[in-house]
């Protein structure tokens, strides 16, 4: 044990302590990653960033159109920009300076007041306003959405103004667990999932495949350090950094974003270290099954991706058809990212969250123990 | 001449053989096409469902069908009912007369969103059939396509996956090439032989065209036979956005390749700069979301300014082709004097 203790610390010093990019990618990218997520998505759950850039075009200014722009001036998500011609307007809209357009008639006023007043008889006279948005862009269909609801309003505003309105009340809440949702807290799992697979991906596949590569293996084969040993340390000394790396990143997490102390729990700890399993196991059978570093280079990347992407990582991917919604569902990354938010409080996707990861751990065992004698090169 | 043509074939012939240089330029942004390309196909992330469990009387029920969104509505006779199935929902909404009580249960950032429009549409609908208000405003919606042409989002979305895919080929592409060279030994024989260094740059930048060419077009064609994607594209000016584009993340990637000896710092510096550009350059997210302070930082990304240029010229995107050949310029004299200092540099006789 102690010799394994002694070549894992070796190992440790060796891959992350001389070498900048194996501490970089573990230890400081998830940490930067991190950060980048949060400042991006930090308020958009809360619509707190989100500025659509609104054109709104008039042929001649009216009580009602000043009515309606204040009404839209009163969201702060809304860049309010007034242009006279629509051509101009549109011509902004098609090079993405805007996001819609809102196009109002010149008998504006004369049309209110007609509807207002028929709206009382049982005549009904509507007044159009034109949206222009450009479907391809998801900002502009977004902005469109807004705008519709909040122009819909103006006419309960009317009718409030006449007097006996019966007012809903809503009360709103959400679910206790996840009383204010945010996104820093959100993110976290998905960060931690993501340092945990670059080790399994990388770290560990590479470690084993450089050193067979210099026929360092080979040579451990002659010494009295047998190849388990040699496996088990090349797994402690990556247990280690993922230690550490997780150790910044909690930190990070606790005292800047304050992520609840549930990070803490035991279940929470768990999961981790069953991902951690899982993903040593996935980077063992990736060098049992391929010989060359640049080819495991190309297999994990592309795993690595695409079980990050299609892990539920960063957007909900269960939505998706189902020519590419298998993955999802036989990624054991998209059920241990479950798992770690409904530990945290969020609502889970996904019921049984053991199956596929076992199933996952179980193959990578047996593939890695038939392939065991390719793993260290044994002649 | 000769020299530059030799070069341009030796490097292009070493950058096909090295399976890794394939794998990066022409593999990988597919599999990052792919992916985004499926997740993003329906203009969101799929078909989202938003279930909806709601307690309410009769005559409410058949108005609530007619809320338009991706709402799944559930009704429930009773609380109790709602209660067993409320591992299964979204929200849950009480209606009883002129109060609504609405109990969210958030999964993610989006879900979060619809929620809230739910809950905004709701309170509309409701105080307008209890206060029977008659519809004054009818809100047209006005399609306009940016290029002219009917597109899908995917369409939009792959022309910035595509332009991203050039710039981390053309930054990468340089630095491993030279970290290459370098271990190699190759930068200290091109030093005492007497290849001219005009040849030398000029031989590495249009092997690395070449290959951008054919990656862009790759996967131009994949987004047309996968996503049936529409382009309408001018080829001269794809060809010429390509050319500057590649020109300027190679000056990018030798920059770096000579700041950093170490070939893993200058991967590791080439990878945060590709990280920001994917999230500040509006390719997979909107500006629009940003937050304001981090918003100026878009204008710094050179991934902003070429995704506009390849949608410019798959007809995805109007731009006026002033701005457009400013773009092009920019990038094609900063690429060229950067190129030009780096191989002073990297050429320059031992003392």
Known sequence: MKKILRFSLYLFLNDYIRDFSGSFWIFFFPLILYLILTSIFGGIAEGENVTFRIGVVYEEKSTAFEKMVSHLKGEKVFDIREYRKVDEALKQLKESKLDVVIFVDKNLDSSFTKAILLAKTKMKLTVPIDIYYVPERTESSMAKDVVKSILKTIEVEIWRSFG??????????????????NMAHYYFPAIVMMTIMSIGFFSIPYSI????????????????????????????????????????????????????????????????ILGMLIYSMIGLMIVSLVKRTSTISIISNSLFQAMMFLGNFYFNVLNMSWGIRWFVYINPATYILDKLRGTMGYNSYLSNHLLVPFAWLVLSILIVTLNFKRVMEVE | MSDFVSLAKCMFKESIRNKGTMFFTLIFPMIFLIIFGSVFSGGSVGDVQIDVGVVCSENIRESLKTLKGPWNLIFYESESDMDENKKDLDALVWISGESVRIL?????????????????????????????????????????????????????????????????????????????YRELGVLRRFKVSPVRKISFVLGLSFSKFILSLLAAF??????????????????????VTIISSTLGMMALGIILSLSFRSPTAANNVASIILTIMLFF????????????????????????????????????????????WLINTVFLITGSILLWVASEISLKPES
């Open chain 2, 104 to 180: 969210k249960k958030p999964r993610d950032m989006s879900n979060m969103g619809y929620l809230s429009s739910f809950e905004m549409s709701l309170k509309i609908l409701l105080e307008k059939k209890l206060n029977g208000v008659k519809d004054i405003v009818v809100v047209r919606e006005r399609k306009i396509h940016a290029g002219g042409m009917d597109i899908k989002p995917v369409d939009y979305l792959l022309a910035g996956v595509i332009a991203i895919s050039i710039l981390s080929s053309g930054m990468f592409g340089v630095i491993t090439l030279f970290s290459h």
């Open chain 1, 164 to 181: 006996n309105f019966k007012n809903v009340k809503v009360e709103s809440s959400v679910e206790e667990k996840t009383k204010k949702f």
């Open chain 2, 281 to 324: 350059s509006g390719v997979y997210f909107p500006i629009t979301f940003l937050p304001p302070k981090l918003r100026i930082l878009s204008f710094f990304m050179p991934a902003r300014y070429v995704a506009d240029a390849v949608r410019y010229t798959l007809g995805l995107q109007s731009m006026s082709i002033l701005s457009f």
């Open chain 1, 209 to 272: 495949a450089e050193k067979r590569e210099r026929k360092s293996t080979r040579r451990l084969l002659v010494s009295p350090f047998g190849s388990g040993e040699f496996i088990l340390s090349v797994i402690l000394n990556n247990f280690l950094a993922l230690l550490i790396s997780l150790t910044l990143l909690f930190s990070m997490g606790m005292l800047l974003y304050r992520v609840p102390k549930v990070i803490l729990s035991s279940q929470f700890i768990l999961q981790i």
């Open chain 2, 218 to 239: 790759i996967m131009i064609g994949v987004s047309i036979f996968i996503f049936h994607g529409k382009y309408s594209m001018n080829l001269f000016l794809f060809i």
